[in-house]
Structures are given as C-alpha cells and as structure tokens.
C-alpha cells in the first residue's frame, strides 16, 4: 500500500513547525509498512489533485500568505474545490484554513476572496490570539482530546459546517462561541499548531485511515506504541485545563 | 539629570547582592519608571564611541568580542555582558557602572540589543556603529512575524544621526537589505571562501524571495541556514559588494583562523571558538574595531583574551565526566549547535532542556524546524535525557527524527536530570542544550555544586 502526501507550498508556508505534520504522517505510515511518498507542490507546480491521498496546507508570514493566495484562488480554485467535494483527505492549518473559506474581511474593510470550498469566513482581529489550546474534538461519533498552540488575529465563524470540537482551554475560531476549526466531507481546518498531528496521535491516524478507505477501501490500522505522544498531551492538559 | 532613578536603581543592586539574586534586569526596570530618561542621561558621559549590536544569534558573542578587544586596547568599557539586552538590562549596566550622580567613567560603550527593544533604546544611545549579525524566526509569540521586527528596527536606524555607521552581515539576505535606501554610512561584511560543508538548506531557512521583485533567490553558495551567496535572477539584486571579506578559512579543534580582506589588505585572523557561525561573530567584531582605529597588535590580543560566557560554548564536568554546554534559542542556533556537534566526531549523550516560559518564547513548536533527523543520521547518540517544562515535547520530537524511545529518558526537573546524566555516561562526550530559561537553572545548578568552568 502507499499513500501521497501532498505538501503545499512548503518553501513559503513553513511557519510554527507544521512540517513536524508531514514528518508525523510520514513516520506513521512507515511503522505500518505502508510507504509514503512526498509531493511538494508550489507555484509552479502543476496538479490537479487526483494523484494525492492526504493534502496538507499550512500558514506563513503575511508577505508569502499573499504569494499563495494569489497561486490558490486565481489558479487552483476549481481543481482543489472538486477535489475536497470527491472527499480528499485535507488538513488546512490556521492561514490554509482561512483559504479554504469564503473570504477574509481585512482591517480596512478589503474582502479578500478565499476559494469557498468551506462555509466559513474570517475578520481580521485587532487582539491576537496566542496560547496553549485544548480542545474535544468529535469527528464521525468519536471524541477525543486534542492540543495545539494557536496563533492568529483572523476570527473565523461557521456558517452551514461543523466544527472540529469545542474549545476547553485557548481561544479556537474566534475567541467568542467556544467553537474550534471545522469539518466537511474529508477536509479539516484548525488553528492548532504545535504542530498539531505528533501530539494528536487519533487524529493523524483518523487522517491516514479515511485516505487509506477512500484509496483501498481499508479502515483497519494496526495500533502503535504512542506513550510519547500520550506523555506530551497529557503535560499540556494537566498545566491548562483546570476545572 | 533626574538622580532618582540612579539612586533607587543603586540600593536595588544592593538588595539583589544581600538576597543572593541575581539583579541584571529588576534594578534598571524599577529606575526606569520614576526616571525615564536614564539611559540616555548616563550614556551620555561615555567619553568616546558607542557601538550596539543587534541581531537574532551572535549579539553575545559579538558584542562581547568587541569589548574584549577595545579593554585590550586600553580603554574603559561598559558592557551588558550578561546578555540581559532589553531596556532594563541595559539600564541596569548603566547603573552599576556609574556613580551615584549618575556620573559614568568609561571610554567606550559597547551593548547589546534584543531586537524588538531597538527601537526603545537605539536613539538613547546614539551609537558610532551598529552592527546588525542576522535576522532568523526566534521567540515568535512574543514578536509576531520576523517581518514586523525588521520593519522596526530599519525605523529606528532611520533616526540615527548621518554619520553613525552601520555594518551589516551581507550574507544574510533579510540583514543585507536593512541597508537599501539608507541614509547612513553603511558598509557590510560576508565570506568570500566557498564554505559549504553539504548542509542541506535548513528546514528553518527563511527568505528565498526578493524583498524587491518577489522573485525566487539563486544560491551561489550556501554557508548555513539562509546565509549565502544568492542573487535575484528576476531583478538582479544581488549580495552586495563586500567591505569585509573572509577567506582561507580553516577549521580545527583549536578553533578558526582565516584572512579578512579590507579595501587592498589582507588581515590574519585567529580565534580559540568553534564552530563555522563563529566566523561572522569574529569578523564583525574585527570589522567594527578596525572602523574605530583600533591597532591590529590589539584585536588579535582581544580575540585571545576573549572567554565565552556561562552557557556559549563552555566546557565543564559533571561529577568528572566531561560535558559542553550550548544555549539553543531557536532553530538556526540548534541547528548550529548539532553541525558543531557532528564536526567533534565523538560518541555523545545529550542532556536537552526546554521550557517555555514568557522569555523562551511559549511556542515551542520551532523544534521541529530543526533537522534533527539530518544530525541522528550522522551523529554517535547513546543516551539522551530532556528536561524542563517541555521535555516531553522534546522526547516526541526526537522520536520522530530516528532516536529510539528506549535510548530517551525525561527527566522534568533540570537539576535531576543534571545528576542522572553522568551516571550514564562512560566515553561519551555530554552536551547539554537547555534553552534560555533552562540555562538559567543548569547556571545555578552548576553555581550550587561549585562546578567550574
């Protein structure tokens, strides 16, 4: 078996760590002898999508975020759009996520189109967001913890989508209705770095498995020692989630 | 001058003496606020020139090379050697080296400067020269964007009188093009030598796109991270011409020696630090000297007297083993510290301590944009212990790169793990990496054994 993990712009978007992510997806395949192949794509590259089976997209500085929402929204919009609606498996992490979106509302009142695959929107904050971040996520009837490091202004709300969990600790989309990234058809966005996939073993495993079922029809992975992982999330959930 | 400040400031080191602490930074922050303007007001009686040195690695090392060298040369010096480089560190130096009219008998002043503070201390100051060592992705939830940051420290430097003179890392592409468009006298120093040593471009590499045109930047060479000879095919900017060029560099285990070429001369340099970073740290330090009139028989002496402060680059022992210790601020520096490591070519066991206090920065994150994987691959590793408040983090990041879980112990509290590490250790070499706050705790761990250098 062999899974293509699609890298978008990894030469610009490369901020927070969230190449531990590509290197989390990778590693977790190969425990299992399932191969894992790399496929950057940036602003020359052509793709139209059909030849990955996980997509990831990251955030970057404000200057590259311009870069790439150029290259996304006037070249790439209706190729990434069909495939997310064909149920490529997508994480989009904190600028990616606010990509996916209808649009982006900024200070000066300019609305910055996103390619609207997700029912979601951004404004821009004047308070930005920086913190540890738990939160239950409830993906397909199951819910587990899961941490991160947010970092971000953007407050983004859900319109006709549900979200990826509820916020226990941190801020999530927007700081005021509790709620934190979204979930459509096979396709995730969050603000939670970190990088969010080391430490969030059930969900990178979620993210491998739905790949595999929509590649091979095969739901079934064998388990793994994760008392590392398991280490780290607990520290973070001891220290910020005091009830 | 308002003395108030002075005087408080004065009976605050004094309280910090009497309780054991160590004052770099409380005194200078509670003068501060009842008097304002005391930087500027002590800085003032520094008989001749001032030098500031910014920048995201290499402030310490720099700025304390080049106070070495001018106190070889004869002169009095204020320095913040500490490394404590905000505002209230910097106030505090000031405090301590001065009387209690605020009256301060030094020749020269060199100091060093946190980035983000530039623009709070710079025109205070009003330095001769300022030297600007690289700008790298360090401490981000506390700064925002590396962008922001040089936007304000190019502000600052705007304000400066126009005969101050500023010398800029020319290899460092952010650094280097702090100079366009200014109205200073500015004059930049890189390497000339090819340096690539088949470090693949770090992870952590920063700009590769043209501040002017957006176009993709061509590496003529590499020497680390984003630091090289690049130009822009599309627009055509490229290095600029260099004022100060090393060559024939050679690297031992007794340290560096190369030749700095300045307008038709040929300068030979020897410095006792490793590591090929360093390079630019001991170049920049000769450059500034030799724009202040400083003879050549007195920074080649500066250079020999210079000593590392606890923490860069010490070599010490843990219960008789011998053990190197290397603070690790952020990804370049890490993964320095790991080339450096390699280049030693000796079985090791690693004591890494990270903690994400206010002054770590809290986002810890950046740890995995250092190619650790690239170092396992290379390197001898036997034992590694990770400590601090995020030794987990740690313990996972290291899974991940290709060290085995057995071989990885975590130990949170970094004086325990200071005790354990040498009970593991046979012919291994230790090298322990704590972060900022971390070396705050393995300095008076080391403090309280009588553990010396």
């Not at chain 2, 083993?321 to 603070?327: E, S």
């Amino acid at each position: 078996m062999k899974l293509t993990i699609g890298h978008m712009y990894p030469d610009l978007l490369n901020l927070y760590g969230d190449r531990g992510n590509i290197i989390t997806l990778k590693k977790r395949c190969e425990w299992r002898g399932i191969d894992a192949e790399i496929k950057s794509i940036t602003i020359d590259t052509n793709t139209d999508f059909t030849d990955i089976d996980i997509l990831f997209l990251g955030g970057g500085s404000d200057r590259e975020q311009k870069i790439v929402s150029d290259d996304l929204t006037l070249r790439r919009a209706k190729n990434l759009k069909s495939a997310i609606e064909d149920g490529l498996t997508l994480l989009s992490i904190c600028g990616g996520y606010q990509l996916l979106g209808k649009y982006y509302l900024s200070s000066d009142g300019n609305k910055l189109p996103g390619i609207g695959a997700l029912d979601i929107y951004t404004i821009a904050g004047n308070k930005r967001m920086i913190d540890n971040i738990i939160i239950d996520a409830s993906i397909d009837g199951k819910t587990f913890k899961m941490v991160g490091f947010e970092n971000h202004s953007g407050k983004t709300f859900l319109q006709n989508v549900k979200p990826l969990g509820r916020v226990i600790y941190g801020n999530g989309n927007n700081g005021e209705d509790g709620m934190e990234g979204t979930v459509y058809k096979n396709t995730f966005g969050t603000y939670l770095h970190g990088p969010v996939l080391p430490k969030n073993p059930e969900f990178t495993d979620m993210l491998i498995k739905k790949a595999l079922d929509r590649k091979y029809g095969k739901n079934q992975l064998e388990p793994l020692d994760d008392s590392f992982e398991h280490l780290t999330q607990n520290a973070i959930i001891k220290r910020f989630a005091k009830k | 001058m308002d003395l108030l400040g002075v005087v408080l400031g004065k009976f605050v080191i004094l309280g910090c003496k009497l309780t054991g602490k160590n004052g770099t930074s409380l005194p200078g922050k509670l003068a501060l606020k009842i008097s304002p303007n005391l930087i500027k007001d002590i800085v003032k009686g520094v008989k001749n020139e001032k030098v500031v040195v910014t920048g995201t690695n290499g402030k310490t090392t720099t700025s304390g090379l080049i106070a070495e060298i001018l106190k070889s040369s004869g002169k009095k010096v204020v320095h913040n050697r500490e490394g404590a480089n905000m505002l209230s560190g910097i106030a505090t130096v000031l405090i301590k080296n001065s009387d209690f009219f605020g009256n301060i008998n030094k020749d020269a002043g060199v100091f060093e400067v946190d980035e983000a503070n530039m623009p709070l201390v710079l025109n205070d100051i009003n330095p001769k020269i300022v030297v600007v060592t690289n700008f790298f992705r360090d401490q981000l939830d506390r700064y925002g964007e590396l962008d922001i940051t040089i936007k304000k420290v190019k502000e600052s430097l705007n304000r400066l009188p126009k005969d101050s003179m500023l010398l800029l890392n020319a290899d460092e592409p952010f650094t280097a093009s702090l100079g366009d468009d200014l109205n200073l006298n500015v004059m930049y120093y890189g390497i000339l030598d090819k340096l690539n040593y088949g470090y693949s471009l770090s992870p952590a590499f920063e700009q590769k796109y043209c501040p002017v045109c957006g176009g993709k930047y061509v590496y003529k060479d590499v020497f680390y991270g984003q630091l090289g000879d690049y130009y822009c095919p599309k627009c055509g900017k490229s290095r600029p011409n260099l004022d100060f060029g090393a060559l024939d560099i050679k690297l031992t285990e007794d340290g560096i020696s190369f030749k700095i070429k300045y307008k038709d001369k040929l300068i030979n340099i020897k410095s006792h630090l490793n590591g090929a970073y360093n390079i630019y740290n001991v170049m920049s330090s000769v450059a500034t000297n030799i724009l202040l009139g400083t003879p050549l028989s007195y920074i080649q002496a500066g250079l020999n007297n210079y000593r590392p402060i606890a923490g860069r680059l010490q070599t010490t022992y843990l219960k008789g083993k011998k053990a190197i210790i290397n603070l690790i601020k952020n990804p370049i520096g890490f993964d320095s510290t790991l080339n450096m490591l390699r280049e030693i070519n000796k079985p090791l066991n690693l004591l890494i301590a990270i903690n994400d206090n206010y002054a770590d920065g809290r986002d810890v994150s950046w740890l995995w944009d250092v190619d650790i994987e690239n170092f396992v691959s290379h390197a001898k590793i036997n034992h590694v212990v990770t400590s601090g408040l995020r030794a987990e983090d740690m313990a996972l990041r290291l899974k991940y790169a290709g060290i085995d879980p057995k071989r990885i112990k975590i130990i949170n509290s970094i004086e325990n793990a200071l005790d354990y590490i040498p009970t593991v250790t046979n012919e291994e070499l230790i090298a322990v990496l704590p972060n900022y706050t971390s070396l705050h705790e393995v300095n008076s761990y080391m403090k309280s054994r009588g553990v010396k250098a």
